[in-house]
């Protein structure tokens, strides 16, 4: 007998990162978290997680919460679907907008990817049937995981810091790193990144990407980049606000320099009109940002269909939730070709799910399994690590 949702819980998680992160946005020593809990009428339980930030989706862990209620709640009432596939038609209805056609990515992550593990588990599907379902040519179950390795990640620490850090990381065996750009300290950030990584850039072995987070305006942007080529930097992230859209047409046509936005691609729309405008050549793709997993696989599939390439981004302070929700997007999506995420506690202090949930050596992971996310959640940490209980909703 097909099972119904019966309630939604929305809570929110402060986990201590073990150090610092910073970038030109923003300083972060904890990560602040958007939990839903999914419970059917036969008991399953399901998990679901989003990051929301204002300078992202204008949205705040309140904000979101209210947006469940009073955008999600109204549409899920009656959800008892027949079949997997019948959760997903009701799973692609939901919007990715409010009423005033202001963002709700995160409320709407955090309620799909709770509503697929629990009904993934009661149906026993894992999430690869997803790509199917969606019909996408190209996205199978080989997807990108046997090629791809995950990223290191550098916050714009004091150069010291930086030394130490990605020494830890060449020891790791990664090979793929970024730095956080847009502050008073780049020059010194980027020669000790380059002093460190020299030999394997020039060989090839290693690649360099920095992100701005939005920091620079036009001038400053067209004036900055080209010196980035001479430090091995091979792609420039988000150099502009996302304000500033119409100029993000005028740096690709003057620069050689690849560039990828994050901050400025939240909505379709927005994807739509920089293939239109031919503005950029990287999508950055994150799962909490997007919307949900499969708002974030159609996302690609755009992308591939317009000739740009594309990477998994992640929120910082994903807990083990997005980061497999992650890896199933990996597990489907064809030539991803950075990715970032699965740092579990490389960067917080402890992890919610049972077993440790991030990359190994060389910044290599395994492959997903389900039903549903294929996580088991602690559940005396959960409770632990929470910070105050916005809704529970029962049907």
Known sequence: ???RLVSLEVLTLSIPFRSPFRHAAAQRDVSENLIVIAVLSDGTTGYGEAIARTYVSGETLDSAAKAIETVFVPRLANLAPSSFADLLNSLDDLPLTDPHSRPIVAARCAVELALLDS???HFRRGLQEIAGWLGLPGFTTGGSLESLRFSGILSADHPRQITRKLWKMRLFGLRDFKIKLGQDNDRDILKTTHRQLARGLRSGRYTLRADINGAWDLDTA?????TLARYGVCCVEQPLSPQAQADFAL??????????VDESLVLPSQA???IDQRSVDYFNIRISKNGGLVPALRLAHLARKAGIAYQLGCMVGETAILSVAGRWFLSMVPKVKFAEGSYGTFLLSDDISTRPCRFGYGGRIRRPTGPGLGLAIHPIKLRRYQTASLATIEF
């Not at 067209?222 to 080209?226: A, D, E, H, S």
């Not at 740096?251 to 990828?260: D, E, G, K, T, V």
């Open 222 to 226: 067209l004036q900055t980049i080209p």
């Open 119 to 121: 009904f993934g588990r």
């Open 1 to 3: 007998m097909p099972a």
């Open 272 to 274: 739509q009109a920089l």
């Open 251 to 260: 740096l690709h046509a003057q620069l050689a320099m690849p560039i990828m």
